[in-house]
């Protein structure tokens, strides 16, 4: 898969120098990866969750940081739409996530 943005994860590893590792392996394994469907981001990612509209959220380092990406699978790319810790995930709304 073709991340799109990565810079965003150099950035915000900057800010919070504990998600660095999880989101280079994060970052490792969607690149690696060729997936379909969510079964298949599911082989390398238990945890992910769908929320609709091509939307996925990953939990990174136990949960203590959220990603979401929009999965296009036909292109094989992942655009990063939001990195930030559980609590600022928590301020969004399940209908805000639909519009990140």
Partial sequence: MRVVTPKRLKEFSKKH???????LHWYL???N???ENLSDIREDFNSVDYVGNQRY???IKGNDYRI???VIFV???V???FIGTHAEYDKIKSTMIKNI
């Fill in 17 to 23: 120098p504990l998600a660095k590792i999880p989101l």
């Fill in 29 to 31: 394994i969607t690149s």
């Fill in 33 to 35: 990866a060729s997936w």
């Fill in 57 to 59: 959220v990953f939990n």
């Fill in 68 to 70: 979401i990406v929009i």
């Fill in 75 to 77: 292109s094989k790319k």
């Fill in 79 to 81: 655009y990063i739409r």
